[in-house]
């Protein structure tokens, strides 16, 4: 598999990665999380990434891992434990980290991310804004010389303060999802382009929306629901159509869109079974889309450039609605529970 470079860090990582959600009893347990970590190091995948927010996926990785000693570099991240969580409590956030290395089995991570530091007044992570500061960044250097991790990042779902927050120059990663895929572009000239002025690695979560980008939903889309915009309703059918043209399934067309720019350093893809993850590999080892495809894909994600103020973040097809916004989302999204 194609490795990139992260950034100004010394990894060279593998373009697709292993995001953490489903690696966890969310699907197969440790039993389908062994085979499926066995599988991707086979395929040439050497990174995961996973999160104390991500349901008990420390814990059934490090089970999974035990024995095997294969080079992988890990991620995790900072948030949502202990509960009730406080951001401020540097002793807090310490225990949280030896935590994580007690249940990843191991006596290090290469990058411990800050999760969320941006949707405001989910955590307030900060002291300061300018210059920026908090009880985080003062533990990230305090575990950087003990030798607990490698590297510093972010790990969020908007684009302005995440913008800001890679201007402040602490970091060496930024994970950002929901903001750069096949439809959704927000995060090209804003968190991309910053972290790519600042040599940082790029990694892209929820490259295919939650399954709302692979989900043809044509007749609910035609139905116009509450929730969908005109603007929206066009582009998906468009969208849709699109697929048929070029021949390729939705999750093709998402992963190879991701690779097709060269900033992007690894995309964690959310594996529920082998089967997925083998998908994914051949997918991505086609190659960046056709100049053609790529062409028709961007003139449709144009087709409405900013999402609408009152648009979920995920969008529900197949789902009650019960308003806009994360919070009503039911059991597909919980706060501090997205898949990066």
């Known amino acids: 598999m194609e490795t990139r470079r992260l950034g100004k860090t010394d990894l060279q990582v593998s373009v697709l990665s292993i ?41 059934t990785v490090g089970q999974a891992l035990k024995g095997n000693d294969a080079p992988l570099i890990i991620t995790t991240k900072l948030g949502g434990r202990p509960q009730p969580f406080n951001p401020q409590d540097i002793n807090a956030l310490r225990q949280s980290v030896d935590e994580s290395l007690r249940l990843v089995g191991r006596d290090h991570v ?15 992570w900060w002291t300061s804004y ?16 003990a030798g607990k991790i490698r590297y510093q990042g972010l790990a969020g779902t908007t684009v302005t303060e995440m913008t800001s927050l890679i201007g402040s120059n602490r970091f060496d990663a930024v994970l950002t999802a929901f903001n750069y895929n096949a439809l959704f ?13 600042r040599d940082m690695g790029i990694v892209l979560g929820s490259t295919l929306g939650q399954g709302f980008l692979t989900r043809r939903a044509e007749e609910e889309v035609r139905a116009k629901p509450i929730w969908l915009s005109e603007a929206r309703r066009e582009q998906l ?17 998402c992963l190879r869109f991701a690779i097709s720019n060269p900033d992007i350093s690894t995309i964690p893809i959310g594996c529920k079974t082998i089967e997925h993850l083998e998908a994914s590999v051949a997918a991505v080892e086609k190659g960046p889309l056709p100049s053609d495809v790529a062409s028709r894909l961007d003139e449709i994600a ?14 529900p097809f197949g789902k009650s609605y019960q308003g806009p916004g994360i919070a009503n989302m039911g059991a597909a999204v919980q706060v501090g529970k997205l898949e990066l």
Request: net charge negative; no cysteine.
């Open 130 to 145: 300018d210059p920026l500061d908090g009880p985080a960044l003062e533990l990230m250097e305090e575990l950087k010389t």
């Open 237 to 253: 059918l468009a969208y849709y159509k699109l697929f048929n043209d070029s021949g390729m399934s939705a999750a093709e067309l």
């Open 185 to 197: 572009r927000e995060a090209k000239d804003t968190v991309i382009a910053a972290a790519k002025e």
């Open 19 to 59: 995001g953490g959600l489903y690696t966890s009893s969310l699907a197969g347990g440790e039993s389908e999380t062994r085979r499926i970590m066995e599988r991707a190091m086979e395929l040439g995948i050497n990174a995961l990434d996973t999160a104390p927010a991500y349901a008990d996926s420390e814990a």
């Open 302 to 315: 144009a087709m409405l450039p900013h999402r609408p103020y009152e648009e979920p973040m995920i969008l």
């Open 110 to 124: 290469d990058i411990l991310m800050i999760h969320e530091p941006d949707r405001p007044q989910q955590y307030p």
